[in-house]
Each structure stands twice: as C-alpha cells, then as structure tokens.
C-alpha cells in the first residue's frame, strides 16, 4: 500500500503528489477489513480539505458496476481521465470516455462500469450539496502586489 | 470557441464530455471582452453544480507566474494531469508535476507557472470552505437493490 505523503505544507496550504495517474493501482484503500480496493485514492483528509473530497478511482478492464448507491448529503462530480465505461443514474445509460465530466445530485442511484480493455481512470469529487452559490470565477481576488519567483 | 455541450441529462445528473485533455487549449475562455483565455474550461454551470466549480487550465510552456490571486470564501484544490510547473502559495514555492494534488486555503497568496517544455494540465476545484465536515466515505450509501447493465 502506497502512501499520500504531504510534501510541502504551510499555513494556507498541503501538497502531496500521488504518483502517475496510469499507476495508481499500487495504492490500495481499506474499505473494511479484509476488503481492500486496489487503485482507490481519497486525498481530502491528509490534505486538510474542509470543502470537498477528491478521490481517484482506477477500475481495470472487465470490473466495475457491481452495485448502486446514492449519497446523503453530497454531490458527485466524476472526471474520466482514461479508459472507457458506461455510466447509469436511475437506469439511464450513457457511455464515458477521456474528457467525460458527469455531475450527479445526491439522489441520483448511480453505478459505472469499465467497458474498455484499458484501466478506467477517473477522479471522483465530493461537496456538500448547494453549498455553493458562486460559480466561475466571483470569488478570486487578483492582487494587485507583485508576483516574485 | 469550443463549447461544452451536454451529453446527457436526467432529474440528477448531467453529463459533458470536453475532448481530450492534452487538447483543451482549442476551448477559450473570455475573462472579459477582449481578453480571451484559451485552455480554460468551466463546467459548473452547464453542468448545473451546486457544490463546487469544477475547471481545466492548460497552461504552455514558458507561460504562467504573472499574478498572485486569493479567495473571498473558497477553498481551492488544483489536480496536476501532465506536465512541470512551479506553485507559490505566501511566498513559499514547490514544484508540481503529474500526480500533485495542492490544497490552498481561501486566503493562501497564490500563483503557479509552467517551467517545462509542455503544457502544463490541471484541474481546479473551488468548494466553499469548511462546507464539508464528513470526508471519506461516510456520506455514501450502498443499495441493497440489484444493479442492472
């Protein structure tokens, strides 16, 4: 099992790097034990994240789709990186691909699958629903200060 | 201009796809009339988030590093998909790379640059800070009913 090491932090920010996005089965998350998910990568909690969960999800070819499931309180947001799948939310099917981006409401019942013969990458993020309201760029600030490099 | 058209849609969800994401430079983003900026891709509010903004920023070689910008109320998480680059956040630098993942708080002084020879791709995720109190997979819920392809 491979590491989320921090490998640069201050007080207004974490950085860590996961490695190659085609390799990410080398790390493994622990759903339960005795339950290991190969290529599984959630990075909010050693990041300090306090508004999203961002995980990344490696499905090998042929794997996926097993099951349904919904969310409490969260909104999905699915990126597909590589690979192919297909992707159903309340039995309604649509094929992903490189460059897919897929919102789903907490409600939706939702399951992919990888159809392709490569890996699936995708990143999966988690926020609170509605939580916000300002979208594009309202709320940066761009100082007027001088950027030193 | 490419847009971003939606592919799919249903009561909880909606689903883009934005091409490949070695070739986003031929989206364009108009910060402002006249100042177009290519590369730069939002998807929020087509895709109708209500939890985070999610975009792409491809930025080329030598580019990048002109200003530093803050948050009003966002937490911000950058994703890095290819290339090398360098990120500053209060005055303090560390490189990037395939795999980085950078949390910066709302108030963190921040720029990044490309220093390599290749676009530099990655993801910006903007979510209300401290919105999110459960992270992990707490927030999920398995069905019990069976899934169907």
Not at 52 to 80: Q, W
Request: hydrophobic share 35%.
């Amino acid at each position: 099992m491979k590491k989320v090491e921090i490998t640069a932090k201050g007080t207004n920010y974490a950085a860590t790097n996961i490695g190659l996005l085609n390799e990410l089965s080398q790390h493994v998350f622990t759903l339960a034990p005795g339950i290991d998910i190969p290529g599984r990568v959630f990075i909010g909690n050693d990041l300090g994240n306090t508004g999203s969960e961002v995980s990344f999800v490696t499905t090998p070819a042929g794997l996926g789709g097993d099951f349904l499931h919904t969310h409490k309180t969260n909104e999905e947001v699915y990126i597909v990186l590589s690979g192919n799948g297909q992707f159903q939310v309340d039995g309604e099917f649509f094929d992903i691909s490189e460059g897919s981006v897929v919102r789903v409401s907490q409600n939706g019942k939702r399951a992919y699958k990888n159809t392709g013969n490569t890996d699936l990458v995708m990143i999966c993020i988690q926020t609170k629903a509605d939580s916000l309201k300002d979208l594009g760029i309202t709320d940066g600030v761009i100082l007027e200060e001088p950027v030193k490099w």
